[in-house]
């Protein structure tokens, strides 16, 4: 799948990303803030969440224009069909034109709750299958089954929405390649038209998976590399191309447009406790505690890690992320786009990258190769 030219005029667009911080059970492997909802914790979430809607409205009132959205957790699904529907008024004139996305688990899933995002406008369902694999899941700590999952499925795919995702891990303890393998096939063989493939991590940081290319690396996880080569190989033959280190589509239109957005440095809003945000020539998160954020909003500001985004910043940022993209980026575009950074401070490490195989140019156009992917944070270290 080669890049259109809609795709380089990604960094134009604008989207919304709201947390959604509550699960019914914590996940060892996941880092993302997330509690189990006590008495009132979701109408409390619900009251601020609109509260930093309206301020956002007030400081931006020339803001109108959202291409697209994206609910994520934590356990967006989690929430009732009346709370969903909530949820959306709450974000009523920061409704997208190009893409709505919503994750979903298939142990919360529910017809109602699909009827809901159905009506509120939502494009894409993505859901946390992570394994077709009774023993995987009960390693990973999931509360569905393979019956669930296949419910699931056949309940999001009664629903016809635009575009249906399927979330798979790999590389968890004792997962064979043959029982990765059969998880690929039985993912492309669902009515789906976009599968992400993600390695394993846990809360430690302990992944191997794009990690740095260390002996320790290659002794310890040499399975997790097995597996993302067999991802990379097997997803296109069944008919996914790979457009992400990640991410696998049927279709160039089936490519998740907000998560490319962000590897192409556009601007979003994150709400929510723990969401970050690129916006306004700031990058910034909120609080990662459902109190702290709130009471932040009530106060001057409640950005924490702020980064203020220069051109050296977003040149660098763009070099990195746009690499996990197979299209890889363009050097030229980046300096036109960015003409206070300083291009020549990156050229020795990308020759010796070149040199030792992890990198490719082709004309002004800088990639990864097959090998680079599988050491996507060690080049983005080099790099910077």
């Known amino acids: ?41 979701v109408a409390f979430y619900l009251k601020n969440l609109e509260a930093e809607a309206d301020k956002f409205r007030r400081e931006n009132p020339d803001c109108t224009v959202v291409d697209t959205m994206f609910w994520g957790g934590g356990t967006p699904s989690i929430l009732s069909p009346e709370d969903i529907r909530k949820m959306g008024r709450i974000f009523e004139g920061l409704s997208p034109s190009k893409e709505w996305t919503v994750e979903v688990s298939p142990s919360t899933l529910t017809s109602e709750k699909l009827d809901a995002y159905k009506s509120l406008g939502v494009t894409r369902i993505s859901l946390g299958v992570q394994s077709f694999n009774e023993n995987t899941l009960k390693r990973l700590g999931r509360r569905h089954s393979l019956s669930d999952t296949l419910k699931a499925i056949d309940l999001v795919a009664s629903k016809n929405f635009e575009h249906f995702s399927i979330d798979l891990i790999f590389g968890a303890a004792g997962q064979s390649v043959l029982e990765f393998e059969t998880d690929l096939r ?97 990058r910034f998160r909120n609080p990662a505690s459902v109190k702290k954020w709130a009471d932040a909003l009530s106060g001057a500001s409640a950005m924490e890690d702020v980064v203020v985004l220069d051109d050296c910043e977003l040149y660098s940022s763009a070099l990195i992320f746009g690499l996990r993209l197979n299209d890889g980026v363009d050097l030229a575009e980046l300096k036109s786009r960015f003409p206070g950074a300083d291009e020549k401070k990156y050229a020795a490490a990308i020759s010796t990258l070149c040199q030792n195989g992890l990198l490719e140019k082709r004309n002004s156009r800088l990639l990864l190769t097959k090998e680079g992917r599988l050491y996507a944070d060690s080049v983005a270290v080099d790099l910077l």
């Open 1 to 41: 799948m080669r890049q259109s030219s809609a795709d380089k005029e990604l960094y134009r667009n604008f989207g919304v990303y709201v947390h959604v911080p509550f699960c019914a059970s914590a996940c060892g492997y996941c880092r993302f803030y997330k509690k189990v909802p006590g008495g009132g914790d």
């Open 186 to 282: 039985r993912a492309a063989a669902s009515p789906v038209d976009h599968i992400s493939a993600y390695c394993l991590e846990f809360e430690s940081g302990t992944s191997s998976c794009a990690g740095e290319k260390t002996a320790e690396w290659e002794s310890q996880n040499a399975r997790q590399a097995e597996l993302f080569e067999l991802a990379m190989s097997r997803l296109p033959e069944l008919g996914f191309g790979q457009y992400e280190i990640s991410n696998y589509a049927k279709t160039p239109q089936s490519r998740c447009l907000h998560n490319l957005c962000t590897w192409h440095m556009a601007q979003w809003r994150g709400f929510g406790p723990a969401a970050a945000s690129q916006f306004g020539g700031l």
